[in-house]
């Protein structure tokens, strides 16, 4: 890959040589591998917190009745919720993947294996800067 001196990034260069309907297919799959890792991170904390019996803010259910059945109850449907939220985390990532298996597939049909390598390193690089800053996040 030769980049001349007007060209000062990748996806420039991709441009010129592929046209910008593969500069979008690439923007694409960044971005679906940057979902991938915010998706992975939810499902992990998602499942500390089932394996600890805590149940994030956003699915504790408050109890209107503030006895101990109703505290019970409250709880046990949170946890319900929290195992459903996982659930969908799962198929949300598997469709991802999916995506990004297409992309992946329709990328080396067009670009030359050495561009694809490097067009997949700056996706992977993208997606690991959101996999570490989500990291830390609670959800």
């Known amino acids: 890959m030769n980049y ?3 060209e000062k990034t990748l996806k420039q260069y991709i441009t010129r040589i ?20 915010n998706l992975t991170n939810q499902l992990a904390f998602s499942l500390r917190c089932k394996k600890h019996g805590l149940i994030p803010k956003s699915l504790e259910i408050r109890p209107l009745i503030k006895t101990h059945k ?5 709880y046990k449907s949170s946890c319900l919720f929290l195992g459903e939220w996982i659930q969908v985390l799962n198929r949300k990532k598997h469709e991802v993947i999916q995506k990004i298996v297409t992309i992946e597939e329709d990328l080396r049909k067009i670009i030359s294996i050495e561009d694809y390598h490097k067009v997949k390193d700056i996706c992977k690089k993208a997606a690991d800067y959101v996999f570490e800053k989500n990291k830390s996040k609670p959800y």
Do not use: P
């Open 4 to 6: 001349n001196q007007q």
């Open 18 to 37: 592929y046209g910008s309907e593969t500069k979008k297919c690439i923007g694409l799959l960044e971005k679906n591998m940057s979902k991938r890792a």
């Open 70 to 74: 109703g505290l019970k109850i409250a």
